[in-house]
């Protein structure tokens, strides 16, 4: 048991100090006026970091007074099960926040980040984000507002899969994610870009049931691809799938 905390902090205080370098390192580039960032985070700094696909950006039990925003590609946020799989809790797309409740609870975060794509993320002092909210009620209230609006979609997402088989649910995560990839406006949708591993934990099941439904969808030709890559041939078709029909 010691050895396993002993081995888990260790791995933890790595992360806190790629994520620390992040922020106050020269690794990308530094914005000095609000022009440069997004209008909803009129913060003075910022600093960038890119990570590769699979690449852990920040483990659970971190306490780091920071937070990030998603400015390329995708991040996933995972847990892990009872019986040891990976649970991917949620698939976070360009514009999306990590870590912005637990900096303004001063909490640890409770989920393991990782890049699904290489991905560009912006990473901020999280006591500009406590200070601006303290005295911009309105963007507090926006803060908060996205963040329930994410809570009750998972919340929504959790109860619908509960009582759908596993070719409803492969369907509704293909579509959903298909959507977050439609935020981006280079990109269609049509071409998903996730392992066989990662899938089967947003679902979450077995690889090899998966795997099995995947085949049927490329047999029946509404999805096709290969190697990490997944290409919507038919929406109806799978969105009648989606549906139950």
């Known amino acids: 048991?010691?050895?396993?905390?002993?081995?888990?902090?260790?791995?933890?205080?790595?992360?806190?100090?790629?994520?620390?370098?992040?922020?106050?390192?020269?690794?990308?580039?530094?914005?000095?006026?609000?022009?440069?960032?997004?209008?909803?985070?009129?913060?003075?700094?910022?600093?960038v970091r890119k990570f590769r696909r699979g690449e852990v950006i920040a483990g659970a039990g971190v306490l780091i007074d920071m937070f990030a925003r998603v400015q390329r590609g995708m991040v996933s946020a995972s847990a892990p099960l009872p019986d040891g799989r990976e649970f991917i809790v949620e698939i976070i797309p360009k514009g999306g926040l990590i870590g912005e409740l637990e900096v303004l609870r001063r909490q640890s975060l409770s989920l393991e980040y990782r890049a699904s794509s290489d991905c560009e993320l912006h990473f901020f002092d999280g006591r500009l984000l406590r200070e601006l909210c303290a005295n911009n009620p309105?963007?507090?209230?926006?803060?908060?507002?996205?963040?329930?609006?994410?809570?009750?979609?998972?919340?929504?997402?959790?109860?619908?899969?509960?009582?759908?088989?596993?070719?409803?649910?492969?369907?509704?995560?293909l579509l959903r994610l298909s959507a977050l990839y439609r935020m981006d406006a280079q990109n269609s949708g049509d071409e998903l870009v996730i392992s066989q591993h990662?899938?089967?934990?947003?679902?979450?099941?077995?690889?090899?049931?998966?795997?099995?439904?995947?085949?049927?969808?490329r047999e029946g030709k509404v999805v096709d691809g290969a190697q990490g890559k997944i290409r919507i041939l038919n929406r109806k078709a799978l969105e009648a799938y989606a549906e139950g029909v």
């Open 1 to 47: 048991m010691d050895g396993l905390i002993s081995t888990r902090d260790n791995r933890a205080g790595r992360v806190a100090a790629r994520m620390g370098e992040a922020v106050t390192c020269g690794s990308g580039a530094e914005y000095g006026g609000r022009a440069d960032l997004d209008h909803e985070f009129p913060f003075s700094r910022s600093s």
């Open 138 to 173: 309105q963007f507090q209230v926006n803060i908060l507002s996205k963040a329930l609006a994410r809570v009750s979609e998972l919340e929504l997402r959790l109860i619908s899969n509960a009582g759908a088989n596993l070719k409803q649910r492969l369907a509704r995560t």
């Open 198 to 217: 990662d899938l089967a934990a947003t679902l979450p099941a077995s690889r090899e049931k998966v795997n099995q439904c995947l085949r049927r969808l």
